[in-house]
């Protein structure tokens, strides 16, 4: 069974107590084969498979035992590419992260379309004589492309989370590269339009925009916090 190694630093741990619902909190997450709790180190080993949490899913449920995951290190596989060893060097060189950040974005793309697009094309077909301006359906659809961005992440954490975590951590997983991709598809629709419309030459052109403007910011929040569950 293939697996990978993580090691988190665990802030806040002073006794033995502390280690143990640490211990206790990993443990029982899906797809965790073994957890090493070292007080005097502060750190916790954890052993997944490979179908197992990634290390955003192991660091919110640090948190949420009341503890502080703080940068992490990684015991190298083969074709690891989520982790960062503590003390590297930060790089834009890296292209295994550049592949990984390009699919979590990928992902993030899909679920904010179903909501921006879906939103826009209500508009344009349905309610044509809804009067509201060129702004207020773009706010609206930037809200909605959110909202199905959370939801579509919350669907896939579901595999790994109880709904009520999962849904906590698909909010949290990177609101700045959501609003960003969101900003990015409903300017460029307006640039090529005019206002709030879908057209043949428009969709493509905002997804594009939509992928690269958080792309950058993907790969430096994954290269440095290891940040990832796709």
């Given at each position: ?32 084969i073994d957890v090493k ?68 974005t990928k992902w993030c ?122």
């Amino acid at each position: 069974m293939a697996k990978e190694n993580y090691i988190i630093s665990v802030g806040g741990m002073t006794c033995r107590s502390c280690s143990a619902r640490v211990h206790e909190t990993l443990s029982v997450i899906p797809g965790v084969i073994d957890v090493k709790v070292e007080l005097e180190e502060k750190r916790a080993v954890i052993s997944v498979d490979e179908n197992g949490p990634c290390m955003e899913i192991l660091s919110e449920a640090i948190l949420e035992a009341g503890y502080t995951p703080n940068a992490p290190e990684c015991n190298p596989e083969p074709g690891q590419t989520i982790c960062q060893a503590s003390g590297s060097q930060f790089s834009w060189r890296d292209g295994a992260t550049w592949r990984q950040s390009a699919q979590n974005t990928k992902w993030c793309l899909i679920g904010c379309s179903i909501g921006d697009l879906g939103t826009i094309a209500y508009f344009q077909f349905v309610w044509t004589d809804s009067e509201w301006s060129t702004l207020a359906i773009m706010i609206l659809a930037i809200t909605n492309g959110l909202l199905t961005s959370i939801a579509l992440e919350t669907v896939i954490l579901l595999k790994q989370l109880p709904f009520l975590s999962a849904l906590r951590t698909a909010a949290g997983m990177s609101l700045i590269s959501m609003i960003a991709m969101e900003a990015a598809m409903n300017i460029t629709d307006v640039v090529l339009t005019g206002g709030a419309m879908l057209t043949w030459y428009a969709i493509i052109p905002m997804w594009i925009a939509g992928f690269l403007t958080p792309w950058p910011y993907n790969y430096w929040r994954l290269k440095k916090y290891g940040v990832s569950c796709h």
